[in-house]
Protein backbone atom coordinates (compact mmCIF):
# COMPACT_ATOMS: atom_id res chain seq x y z
CA UNK A 1 0.00 0.00 0.00
CA UNK A 2 1.54 3.11 -1.23
CA UNK A 3 1.50 6.48 1.23
CA UNK A 4 -0.62 8.63 -1.56
CA UNK A 5 -2.49 8.49 -4.48
CA UNK A 6 -2.68 11.83 -6.66
CA UNK A 7 -5.77 11.52 -8.72
CA UNK A 8 -8.13 13.39 -11.31
CA UNK A 9 -4.52 15.17 -12.37
CA UNK A 10 -2.89 16.53 -15.88
CA UNK A 11 0.64 15.65 -15.31
CA UNK A 12 3.40 17.54 -17.19
CA UNK A 13 6.04 15.29 -16.26
CA UNK A 14 8.90 16.75 -18.22
CA UNK A 15 10.43 13.87 -18.93
CA UNK A 16 10.45 14.22 -22.54
CA UNK A 17 9.38 11.98 -25.41
CA UNK A 18 9.54 12.17 -29.26
CA UNK A 19 6.19 14.15 -29.84
CA UNK A 20 5.72 14.77 -26.32
CA UNK A 21 8.75 17.66 -24.87
CA UNK A 22 6.99 18.01 -21.60
CA UNK A 23 6.09 14.49 -21.14
CA UNK A 24 2.34 15.08 -21.20
CA UNK A 25 -0.03 12.69 -19.35
CA UNK A 26 -4.06 13.44 -19.21
CA UNK A 27 -6.33 11.44 -16.81
CA UNK A 28 -3.38 10.97 -14.64
CA UNK A 29 -2.64 9.49 -11.32
CA UNK A 30 0.88 9.72 -9.65
CA UNK A 31 1.49 7.19 -6.92
CA UNK A 32 3.58 8.39 -4.12
CA UNK A 33 5.44 5.93 -1.13
CA UNK A 34 8.12 6.97 1.13
CA UNK A 35 8.15 10.60 -0.27
CA UNK A 36 8.78 9.25 -3.56
CA UNK A 37 7.63 8.67 -6.88
CA UNK A 38 6.93 5.30 -7.01
CA UNK A 39 4.35 5.52 -10.49
CA UNK A 40 2.89 8.13 -12.73
CA UNK A 41 0.54 7.09 -15.44
CA UNK A 42 -3.24 6.85 -17.04
CA UNK A 43 -5.19 6.59 -13.61
CA UNK A 44 -6.32 3.59 -15.67
CA UNK A 45 -3.03 1.64 -15.33
CA UNK A 46 -3.26 2.88 -11.71
CA UNK A 47 -6.58 1.59 -11.20
CA UNK A 48 -5.42 -1.48 -9.33
CA UNK A 49 -2.98 0.23 -6.45
CA UNK A 50 -4.08 1.27 -3.20
CA UNK A 51 -3.24 3.90 -1.16
CA UNK A 52 -3.29 5.31 2.26
CA UNK A 53 -4.48 8.75 1.10
CA UNK A 54 -6.67 9.28 -2.30
CA UNK A 55 -6.29 13.15 -3.43
CA UNK A 56 -8.20 13.56 -6.22
CA UNK A 57 -6.83 17.25 -7.85
CA UNK A 58 -9.80 18.58 -9.44
CA UNK A 59 -8.64 18.08 -13.00
CA UNK A 60 -5.88 20.83 -12.56
CA UNK A 61 -2.02 20.24 -13.74
CA UNK A 62 0.87 18.99 -11.79
CA UNK A 63 4.44 19.59 -13.02
CA UNK A 64 7.69 18.70 -10.79
CA UNK A 65 8.26 21.31 -8.32
CA UNK A 66 10.06 24.27 -9.90
CA UNK A 67 14.37 24.54 -9.51
CA UNK A 68 15.79 28.09 -8.78
CA UNK A 69 19.06 26.98 -9.74
CA UNK A 70 21.42 30.52 -9.33
CA UNK A 71 20.37 32.46 -6.18
CA UNK A 72 22.53 34.82 -4.08
CA UNK A 73 19.69 34.76 -1.50
CA UNK A 74 21.74 35.13 1.73
CA UNK A 75 22.93 39.15 2.27
CA UNK A 76 22.77 42.04 4.84
CA UNK A 77 21.27 44.92 3.35
CA UNK A 78 19.88 46.16 0.03
CA UNK A 79 20.82 48.09 -2.81
CA UNK A 80 17.54 49.96 -3.56
CA UNK A 81 19.59 53.15 -4.43
CA UNK A 82 21.41 51.55 -6.70
CA UNK A 83 18.18 51.35 -8.38
CA UNK A 84 17.94 55.15 -8.44
CA UNK A 85 21.83 55.76 -9.68
CA UNK A 86 20.88 53.46 -12.36
CA UNK A 87 17.89 55.28 -13.65
CA UNK A 88 20.23 58.13 -13.41
CA UNK A 89 22.29 56.32 -16.36
CA UNK A 90 24.93 54.83 -14.01
CA UNK A 91 26.29 51.03 -15.29
CA UNK A 92 27.15 48.34 -13.53
CA UNK A 93 31.04 48.76 -13.96
CA UNK A 94 30.15 52.50 -12.97
CA UNK A 95 28.33 51.78 -9.53
CA UNK A 96 31.21 48.96 -9.17
CA UNK A 97 33.77 51.01 -9.27
CA UNK A 98 32.48 53.97 -7.12
CA UNK A 99 32.66 51.05 -4.45
CA UNK A 100 28.82 50.67 -4.51
CA UNK A 101 27.62 47.19 -6.06
CA UNK A 102 28.98 43.65 -4.80
CA UNK A 103 31.56 45.85 -2.05
CA UNK A 104 28.71 47.16 -0.40
CA UNK A 105 26.82 44.33 0.42
CA UNK A 106 29.71 42.95 1.51
CA UNK A 107 29.75 45.46 4.22
CA UNK A 108 26.51 44.70 4.94
CA UNK A 109 26.45 41.06 5.88
CA UNK A 110 29.49 41.46 7.58
CA UNK A 111 27.69 44.22 9.49
CA UNK A 112 24.70 41.76 9.75
CA UNK A 113 23.89 39.83 12.70
CA UNK A 114 23.46 36.35 12.12
CA UNK A 115 19.70 36.49 13.18
CA UNK A 116 19.20 39.48 10.49
CA UNK A 117 20.92 37.49 7.88
CA UNK A 118 18.96 34.45 8.49
CA UNK A 119 15.22 36.53 8.74
CA UNK A 120 15.70 38.52 5.93
CA UNK A 121 16.93 35.28 3.50
CA UNK A 122 13.91 33.22 4.93
CA UNK A 123 11.62 35.65 3.71
CA UNK A 124 12.89 36.00 0.38
CA UNK A 125 13.29 32.39 0.72
CA UNK A 126 9.35 31.96 1.38
CA UNK A 127 8.55 34.20 -1.38
CA UNK A 128 9.71 32.16 -3.77
CA UNK A 129 8.49 29.05 -2.22
CA UNK A 130 5.22 30.63 -2.58
CA UNK A 131 5.74 30.80 -6.13
CA UNK A 132 6.43 27.00 -6.04
CA UNK A 133 10.09 26.53 -5.76
CA UNK A 134 10.99 23.45 -3.91
CA UNK A 135 14.43 23.41 -4.87
CA UNK A 136 16.77 26.45 -4.93
CA UNK A 137 20.97 26.71 -5.25
CA UNK A 138 22.33 29.66 -3.04
CA UNK A 139 25.88 30.67 -3.66
CA UNK A 140 28.21 32.78 -1.00
CA UNK A 141 30.25 35.45 -2.16
CA UNK A 142 29.21 38.24 -0.05
CA UNK A 143 32.22 37.32 2.76
CA UNK A 144 35.10 37.39 0.55
CA UNK A 145 37.71 35.97 3.25
CA UNK A 146 37.44 32.27 5.00
CA UNK A 147 35.08 32.54 7.64
CA UNK A 148 32.75 34.68 6.53
CA UNK A 149 32.24 32.65 3.29
CA UNK A 150 31.29 30.33 5.74
CA UNK A 151 29.34 31.81 7.57
CA UNK A 152 27.37 32.24 4.69
CA UNK A 153 26.85 28.56 3.55
CA UNK A 154 25.62 28.01 7.18
CA UNK A 155 23.00 30.35 7.14
CA UNK A 156 22.06 29.16 3.77
CA UNK A 157 21.99 25.39 4.95
CA UNK A 158 19.92 26.92 8.29
CA UNK A 159 17.08 28.77 6.67
CA UNK A 160 16.33 25.27 5.10
CA UNK A 161 16.09 23.67 8.74
CA UNK A 162 12.44 22.40 8.56
CA UNK A 163 11.04 23.80 5.83
CA UNK A 164 9.95 22.38 2.81
CA UNK A 165 12.51 23.04 0.11
CA UNK A 166 15.90 21.66 -0.45
CA UNK A 167 18.85 23.67 -0.38
CA UNK A 168 22.19 23.59 -2.33
CA UNK A 169 25.00 25.28 -1.62
CA UNK A 170 27.63 26.88 -3.91
CA UNK A 171 30.76 28.79 -2.82
CA UNK A 172 31.41 31.68 -4.46
CA UNK A 173 34.28 33.40 -3.00
CA UNK A 174 35.49 34.48 -6.52
CA UNK A 175 32.69 36.53 -6.72
CA UNK A 176 34.64 40.48 -6.04
CA UNK A 177 38.06 41.09 -5.26
CA UNK A 178 38.10 42.58 -1.30
CA UNK A 179 38.47 46.72 -1.44
CA UNK A 180 41.91 45.88 0.14
CA UNK A 181 43.38 43.38 -2.40
CA UNK A 182 42.39 44.67 -6.17
CA UNK A 183 45.99 44.59 -7.70
CA UNK A 184 48.92 43.49 -7.37
CA UNK A 185 50.74 41.04 -4.81
CA UNK A 186 47.23 41.51 -2.77
CA UNK A 187 45.09 40.18 -5.83
CA UNK A 188 47.31 37.35 -6.36
CA UNK A 189 47.02 36.62 -2.66
CA UNK A 190 43.01 36.62 -2.37
CA UNK A 191 42.93 34.23 -5.66
CA UNK A 192 45.25 31.92 -3.87
CA UNK A 193 44.01 31.99 -0.56
CA UNK A 194 40.45 30.66 -2.30
CA UNK A 195 42.58 27.99 -4.17
CA UNK A 196 44.61 26.64 -0.99
CA UNK A 197 42.41 27.76 1.87
CA UNK A 198 38.90 28.67 1.38
CA UNK A 199 38.10 25.59 -0.83
CA UNK A 200 39.52 23.09 0.99
CA UNK A 201 38.07 24.18 4.18
CA UNK A 202 34.72 24.65 2.38
CA UNK A 203 35.19 21.25 0.81
CA UNK A 204 36.16 19.37 4.22
CA UNK A 205 33.43 20.93 5.81
CA UNK A 206 31.12 19.74 3.30
CA UNK A 207 28.96 23.00 3.40
CA UNK A 208 29.13 23.52 -0.79
CA UNK A 209 27.94 21.56 -3.59
CA UNK A 210 30.20 23.05 -6.29
CA UNK A 211 32.41 26.13 -6.59
CA UNK A 212 31.25 29.17 -8.92
CA UNK A 213 33.43 32.68 -9.89
CA UNK A 214 32.32 35.28 -11.48
CA UNK A 215 34.84 35.58 -14.96
CA UNK A 216 34.31 39.49 -15.79
CA UNK A 217 36.25 42.51 -16.65
CA UNK A 218 35.44 44.25 -13.26
CA UNK A 219 35.98 40.97 -11.69
CA UNK A 220 38.13 37.44 -11.73
CA UNK A 221 40.93 37.02 -15.30
CA UNK A 222 39.96 33.71 -16.75
CA UNK A 223 43.80 32.84 -15.39
CA UNK A 224 42.33 33.27 -11.74
CA UNK A 225 39.39 31.30 -12.79
CA UNK A 226 41.54 28.59 -13.84
CA UNK A 227 43.30 28.73 -10.45
CA UNK A 228 39.99 28.35 -8.90
CA UNK A 229 38.44 25.62 -10.80
CA UNK A 230 41.66 23.55 -10.60
CA UNK A 231 41.61 23.64 -7.05
CA UNK A 232 37.90 23.01 -6.99
CA UNK A 233 38.60 19.78 -8.94
CA UNK A 234 41.27 18.51 -6.93
CA UNK A 235 39.01 19.14 -3.83
CA UNK A 236 36.33 16.82 -5.71
CA UNK A 237 33.81 19.94 -6.29
CA UNK A 238 32.49 20.34 -9.56
CA UNK A 239 32.10 24.23 -10.87
CA UNK A 240 29.94 26.62 -12.31
CA UNK A 241 30.84 29.95 -13.98
CA UNK A 242 29.52 33.16 -13.91
CA UNK A 243 30.35 34.01 -17.77
CA UNK A 244 30.10 36.36 -20.88
CA UNK A 245 27.66 38.58 -18.34
CA UNK A 246 29.05 41.79 -18.92
CA UNK A 247 31.51 41.08 -21.94
CA UNK A 248 32.85 38.16 -23.70
CA UNK A 249 35.86 37.03 -21.91
CA UNK A 250 35.93 33.54 -23.44
CA UNK A 251 34.32 32.30 -20.10
CA UNK A 252 32.11 29.46 -21.80
CA UNK A 253 35.26 27.95 -23.06
CA UNK A 254 37.05 27.82 -19.54
CA UNK A 255 33.92 26.33 -18.12
CA UNK A 256 33.86 23.81 -20.92
CA UNK A 257 37.30 22.67 -20.43
CA UNK A 258 36.36 22.31 -16.59
CA UNK A 259 33.19 20.36 -17.71
CA UNK A 260 31.48 22.78 -15.64
CA UNK A 261 27.79 22.08 -14.31
CA UNK A 262 26.40 25.00 -15.74
CA UNK A 263 27.70 28.25 -17.17
CA UNK A 264 25.72 31.53 -16.19
CA UNK A 265 24.11 34.65 -17.78
CA UNK A 266 25.88 34.39 -21.59
CA UNK A 267 24.81 37.70 -22.89
CA UNK A 268 28.50 38.28 -24.79
CA UNK A 269 28.04 34.41 -25.53
CA UNK A 270 29.55 33.70 -29.22
CA UNK A 271 29.21 30.26 -31.48
CA UNK A 272 32.68 28.63 -30.30
CA UNK A 273 31.39 29.02 -26.53
CA UNK A 274 27.94 27.69 -27.46
CA UNK A 275 29.52 24.86 -29.31
CA UNK A 276 31.99 23.99 -26.50
CA UNK A 277 29.26 24.09 -23.88
CA UNK A 278 27.07 21.89 -26.26
CA UNK A 279 30.44 19.00 -26.23
CA UNK A 280 30.75 19.47 -22.79
CA UNK A 281 27.32 19.26 -21.50
CA UNK A 282 27.50 22.23 -19.72
CA UNK A 283 24.17 24.07 -19.27
CA UNK A 284 23.19 26.98 -20.08
CA UNK A 285 21.08 29.10 -17.17
CA UNK A 286 19.88 32.24 -18.32
CA UNK A 287 19.10 35.27 -16.13
CA UNK A 288 16.25 37.48 -17.00
CA UNK A 289 15.99 39.22 -14.08
CA UNK A 290 19.65 40.77 -14.11
CA UNK A 291 19.28 41.33 -17.97
CA UNK A 292 15.90 43.30 -17.15
CA UNK A 293 17.11 45.24 -13.65
CA UNK A 294 20.28 46.03 -15.64
CA UNK A 295 18.12 47.64 -18.45
CA UNK A 296 20.58 45.77 -21.02
CA UNK A 297 20.12 45.70 -24.26
CA UNK A 298 22.23 42.61 -25.86
CA UNK A 299 20.31 39.51 -25.17
CA UNK A 300 22.07 35.99 -24.75
CA UNK A 301 22.04 34.33 -28.14
CA UNK A 302 18.95 31.82 -27.34
CA UNK A 303 19.64 30.42 -31.03
CA UNK A 304 23.16 29.42 -30.92
CA UNK A 305 22.09 27.60 -27.60
CA UNK A 306 19.87 25.61 -29.38
CA UNK A 307 21.58 25.00 -32.35
CA UNK A 308 24.83 23.53 -30.24
CA UNK A 309 22.39 21.07 -27.83
CA UNK A 310 22.83 23.02 -24.61
CA UNK A 311 20.27 22.58 -22.34
CA UNK A 312 18.73 25.88 -20.98
CA UNK A 313 17.58 26.47 -17.70
CA UNK A 314 16.88 29.72 -16.28
CA UNK A 315 17.06 31.09 -12.66
CA UNK A 316 15.89 34.27 -10.34
CA UNK A 317 19.65 35.29 -9.98
CA UNK A 318 17.91 36.65 -6.61
CA UNK A 319 21.04 39.29 -5.25
CA UNK A 320 20.25 43.08 -4.10
CA UNK A 321 22.32 44.81 -7.03
CA UNK A 322 21.34 43.33 -10.35
CA UNK A 323 17.71 41.02 -9.75
CA UNK A 324 16.24 42.07 -6.82
CA UNK A 325 13.57 39.33 -8.45
CA UNK A 326 11.19 37.15 -5.88
CA UNK A 327 9.02 35.42 -8.18
CA UNK A 328 9.76 32.15 -10.39
CA UNK A 329 6.71 33.04 -12.64
CA UNK A 330 8.09 36.43 -13.85
CA UNK A 331 11.36 34.85 -14.32
CA UNK A 332 9.27 32.04 -16.92
CA UNK A 333 7.71 34.85 -18.35
CA UNK A 334 10.96 37.09 -18.81
CA UNK A 335 12.02 34.27 -20.35
CA UNK A 336 9.92 34.30 -23.14
CA UNK A 337 9.22 38.19 -23.45
CA UNK A 338 12.95 39.20 -22.95
CA UNK A 339 14.82 36.33 -24.44
CA UNK A 340 12.33 34.74 -26.83
CA UNK A 341 12.24 31.06 -25.29
CA UNK A 342 8.97 29.43 -25.95
CA UNK A 343 6.92 28.30 -23.05
CA UNK A 344 7.83 24.83 -23.05
CA UNK A 345 11.67 26.04 -22.82
CA UNK A 346 10.39 28.30 -19.99
CA UNK A 347 9.09 25.43 -18.10
CA UNK A 348 12.24 23.24 -18.29
CA UNK A 349 14.33 25.98 -17.51
CA UNK A 350 12.69 25.52 -14.40
CA UNK A 351 12.77 22.19 -13.58
CA UNK A 352 14.57 19.61 -15.73
CA UNK A 353 17.57 21.74 -17.20
CA UNK A 354 17.84 23.76 -13.91
CA UNK A 355 18.19 20.38 -11.99
CA UNK A 356 20.40 19.32 -14.40
CA UNK A 357 22.64 22.59 -13.91
CA UNK A 358 22.52 21.29 -10.24
CA UNK A 359 23.65 18.06 -11.14
CA UNK A 360 20.57 17.19 -9.35
CA UNK A 361 18.29 15.55 -12.49
CA UNK A 362 18.96 12.11 -10.97
CA UNK A 363 16.58 13.13 -8.06
CA UNK A 364 14.39 16.32 -9.29
CA UNK A 365 13.11 18.12 -12.05
CA UNK A 366 11.05 15.55 -13.68
CA UNK A 367 7.58 13.65 -12.29
CA UNK A 368 9.33 9.85 -12.35
CA UNK A 369 9.54 6.58 -10.73
CA UNK A 370 12.17 6.87 -8.45
CA UNK A 371 12.53 10.53 -7.96
CA UNK A 372 11.81 12.92 -5.18
CA UNK A 373 7.97 13.82 -4.62
CA UNK A 374 8.14 17.41 -5.16
CA UNK A 375 5.43 18.67 -7.37
CA UNK A 376 3.23 21.58 -7.67
CA UNK A 377 -0.96 22.10 -8.86
CA UNK A 378 -1.57 24.75 -10.95
CA UNK A 379 -5.29 25.62 -11.91
CA UNK A 380 -4.46 26.77 -15.33
CA UNK A 381 -6.07 25.18 -18.50
CA UNK A 382 -2.42 24.71 -20.20
CA UNK A 383 1.19 24.10 -19.38
CA UNK A 384 2.14 27.33 -21.57
CA UNK A 385 0.70 29.24 -18.88
CA UNK A 386 3.17 29.26 -16.72
CA UNK A 387 5.38 31.30 -19.15
CA UNK A 388 2.72 33.99 -19.78
CA UNK A 389 0.67 34.75 -16.26
CA UNK A 390 2.72 36.86 -13.90
CA UNK A 391 2.90 35.98 -10.12
CA UNK A 392 0.58 33.36 -10.61
CA UNK A 393 0.63 30.66 -8.04
CA UNK A 394 0.11 27.05 -7.38
CA UNK A 395 -2.85 26.38 -5.33
CA UNK A 396 -0.92 23.31 -3.63
CA UNK A 397 2.64 22.41 -3.86
CA UNK A 398 3.78 19.05 -2.20
CA UNK A 399 7.42 18.27 -1.04
CA UNK A 400 8.86 14.81 -0.67
CA UNK A 401 4.85 13.75 -1.19
CA UNK A 402 3.64 16.05 1.81
CA UNK A 403 1.19 18.62 1.38
CA UNK A 404 3.36 22.09 2.35
N1 LIG B 1 26.57 38.72 -11.47
C1 LIG B 1 25.39 39.10 -11.00
O1 LIG B 1 24.44 39.39 -11.66
C2 LIG B 1 25.42 39.05 -9.54
N2 LIG B 1 26.71 38.52 -9.30
C3 LIG B 1 27.34 38.39 -10.42
O2 LIG B 1 28.48 37.98 -10.47
C4 LIG B 1 25.32 40.41 -8.94
C5 LIG B 1 25.54 40.38 -7.47
C6 LIG B 1 25.48 41.76 -6.88
O3 LIG B 1 25.51 42.76 -7.59
O4 LIG B 1 25.40 41.83 -5.65
FE1 LIG C 1 24.59 35.57 -10.07
Known amino acids: MWDRLLTDCRVATMAAAPGNPLGIVENAAIGIDGGRVVRVGKRTELAGFRAKEVTALGGSWVTPGLVDCHTHLVFGGTRSGEHAMRRAGASYEDIARAGGGIASTVAATKAASADELEQSARCRLHALMRGGVTTIEIKSGYGLDTASEMRLLNAARTIGRGEPVRIVTTLLAAHALPPDAKEGPARDAYVKMIAE ?95 YALNEKKKPPVQLLRDAGVPIAIASDCNPGTSPVLNPQLVMNMACTLFGLTPEEAIAGMTINAARALGLAHEVGTIEAGKAADLCVWRINEPAELGYWVGLMPERRFFGGMDS
Open 197 to 291: EMIPAVAKAGLASSVDAFCESIAFTPAEVERVFAAARANGLPVRLHAEQLSNQKGAELAAKYKALSADHLEHLDAAGARAMGAAGTVAVLLPGAF
